[in-house]
Nanobody, 124 residues
Framework: QVQLVESGGGLVQAGGSLRLSCAAS????????MGWFRQAPGKEREFVAA????????YYSDSVKGRFSISRDNAENTVYLQMNSLRHEDTAVYYC?????????????????WGQGTQVTVSS
């Protein structure tokens, strides 16, 4: 079992930045691919970014590529999402998730554990 707790959300103006954190506890953090997803009101939960167990490879949705950056610190059991040049359409609840089985990084159904989410609101 892995417990995930997100933090760092809030209200920011368009063009601004936020850094989300996700602290993990439980089983060995470095065994898991970590991902960030988001869900806006009335929309499906969508993939944002993922990072492999050793942090060497990262993956992004087209909508955030070049603006967001995912990283992890296995010594601190934490994954981060640095969000720059924020847009109104980035407004959503952001969730971190952990995956230990196979399957692609983009599908939410491939992730085994989820945090409770943190709200990000970007004012235009």
């Amino acid at each position: 079992q892995v417990q995930l707790v997100e933090s760092g959300g809030g209200l920011v103006q368009a063009g601004g930045s936020l850094r989300l954190s996700c602290a993990a506890s439980g089983r060995t953090f470095s065994n898991y691919v970590m991902g960030w997803f988001r869900q806006a009101p009335g929309k499906e939960r969508e993939f944002v970014a993922a990072i492999t167990q050793n942090g060497y490879s990262t993956y992004y949705s087209d909508s955030v590529k070049g603006r967001f950056s995912i990283s992890r610190d296995n010594a601190e059991n934490t994954v981060y999402l640095q969000m720059n040049s924020l847009r109104h359409e980035d407004t959503a609840v952001y969730y971190c998730a952990a995956k230990y089985r196979g399957g692609d990084y983009y599908s939410k159904n491939n992730y085994n554990y989820w945090g409770q989410g943190t709200q990000v609101t970007v004012s235009s």
